[in-house]
């Protein structure tokens, strides 16, 4: 299992970008505390979204901070990516294992209990568990589960694979971050209140207070 620091995961999504260019929104959100960035990408073609795969990577790899690619394998093994992120109905976690290989950094998207019970948590590295609220970023048919819904994933989860961290997907913001990390979450995956904030590298800032405040006051489990 690759470390991975959850804290604060900035989505970046051409379409929830707020007319920003994606790079600029990186360098941003991770001068405000951002520790993990995916690129998010539902309609691009696969050239240019490799393209800003690697732009993205020139600011991201000296300082630190990974790139993962939601969805798109292909992407990530063209432009030298961390690893990927994919969803029940994305490429098997088998086959992402496969083709990126050990080394590489796979999280994976849970929605449910049952789901809980059945990922191969051996071949991943961490978890997204939602949507715990409301979004505008993307279609979720399911009600939100709230942080009582994601402890109940949470619980599974640290019953299987007691190591593997878990963040908080949907709806989060400075306002309920620490909800979710009182509920068991190491971490929240943000889009809206990262990239149309008015000012992305403070509302990152503010956001990752929150997380480490609520982190150091939760009781070890």
């Known amino acids: ?81 961390a690893g990927v992120h994919v969803g029940p109905d994305d490429m098997a976690i088998e086959d992402a294992r496969a083709l990126l290989g050990p080394g590489a950094i796979v999280g994976h998207s849970i929605k449910t209990v049952e789901q809980a019970e059945s990922v191969p948590v051996g071949l991943i590295d961490y978890a997204g568990v939602g949507g715990v609220y409301t979004t505008l970023s993307k279609h979720n048919p399911a009600p939100p589960m709230g942080p009582e819904g994601f402890a109940a994933i949470r619980a599974v989860l640290r019953r299987r694979a007691p190591g593997l961290p878990v963040e908080g997907i949907a709806g989060i913001d400075e306002t309920n971050a620490a909800a979710v990390i009182r509920a068991g979450g190491d971490g929240v995956a943000v889009i809206a209140a990262l990239s149309l904030a008015a000012d992305p590298e403070q509302a990152a800032r503010r956001l990752r207070g929150v997380v480490d405040q609520a982190l150091a006051g939760r009781v070890p489990a």
Request: without cysteine; glycine residues 8%; proline residues 6%.
């Open 1 to 81: 299992m690759m470390p991975v620091d959850l804290r604060l995961n900035a989505i970046l999504d051409p379409e929830r970008a707020g007319g920003r260019s994606l790079v600029n929104l990186a360098r941003a959100v991770v001068a405000g505390g951002a520790t993990l960035v995916q690129l998010r990408d539902k309609r691009g073609d696969t050239r240019p979204m490799v393209e800003t795969a690697r732009a993205l990577l020139a600011v991201l790899t000296p300082l630190g901070v990974p790139l993962v690619i939601n969805d798109r394998v292909d992407v990530a093994l063209a432009a030298g990516a």
